[in-house]
């Protein structure tokens, strides 16, 4: 029977080995099958936490934003010749603002063993470290691109945030334009958490009245991976 496992990988490529935890390696060395979202970005760190990992004995296979519903399915078909199958998402934990869930549903509904492996996740590190609500929290993902539409989510996420901390997050090129969009529309008084560059040598983390943000200067996050969260 196949086991599914769901490694978490590190959020930057900095300190890789310090953030891969070390039962993790072993899984990894001892399966045959990764399924990931870019195959070149994945070999290579695979490669830099275990310079002795072999390659070309491992079957690589992609599953990312571009998969398609019925690719997906003759993808889980292939793992069956397994007995451990990695999955892997870019930075932080599958299945989590990650693809990886659709494969995941299959797994149970074929009755494989799924498990979750220990590691980073940008979502609740950023949470950790807020100070906002932590006992009752709601990822959104991704705003509405632009206009009315987007300007009310704001509004109802704010008004949520009185019970429950709210946290979404950006294309990084876009993270400046969504941070001006929230402290434009939300009240001066409502707290936002900035929570960027998780892990890294550069990491920013701070929680602040959306007025405060608009008389301090914010921390450089055009580009660079970003958590926003908002609290009442």
């Known amino acids: 029977m196949t086991t599914l496992y769901l490694m978490p990988t590190p959020l930057c490529n900095e300190h890789l080995l310090a953030t891969t935890v070390p039962y993790n390696i072993a899984i990894l060395n001892s399966s045959t099958c990764f399924v990931v979202e870019e195959l070149k970005t994945a070999r290579r760190y695979l490669k830099a936490i275990d310079k002795s990992f072999n390659i070309d004995e491992?079957?690589?296979?992609?599953?990312?934003?571009?998969?398609?519903?019925?690719?997906?399915?003759?993808?889980?078909?292939?793992?069956?010749?397994?007995?451990?199958?990695?999955v892997m998402s870019e930075a932080g934990c599958p299945g989590i603002?990650?693809?990886?869930?659709?494969?995941?549903?299959?797994?149970?509904?074929?009755?494989?063993?799924?498990?979750?492996?220990?590691?980073?996740?940008?979502?609740?590190?950023?949470?950790?470290?807020?100070?906002?609500?932590?006992?009752?929290?709601?990822?959104?993902?991704?705003?509405?691109?632009?206009?009315?539409a987007r300007t009310q989510k704001i509004k109802t996420l704010e008004r949520l945030a009185a019970q429950q901390s709210q946290w979404v997050i950006e294309t990084p090129y876009r993270n400046v334009n969504l941070l001006e969009e929230l402290l434009n529309t939300l009240n001066g008084n409502t707290q936002v958490c900035i929570a960027a560059h998780i892990s890294s040598d550069s990491e920013f983390i701070k929680t602040k009245t959306a007025a405060e943000w608009k008389t301090k200067n914010a921390p450089p996050i055009h580009k660079i991976p970003c958590v926003f969260g908002i609290g009442v």
């Open 58 to 86: 491992k079957t690589f296979l992609e599953l990312n934003e571009h998969t398609k519903e019925n690719e997906v399915q003759q993808l889980f078909k292939s793992l069956a010749q397994h007995q451990q199958v990695i």
């Open 97 to 148: 603002a990650d693809p990886g869930a659709a494969l995941v549903r299959l797994a149970h509904a074929h009755h494989y063993k799924v498990v979750p492996l220990i590691g980073p996740s940008s979502i609740i590190m950023a949470v950790m470290a807020s100070g906002l609500n932590g006992q009752n929290f709601a990822f959104n993902g991704y705003l509405p691109k632009e206009g009315p």
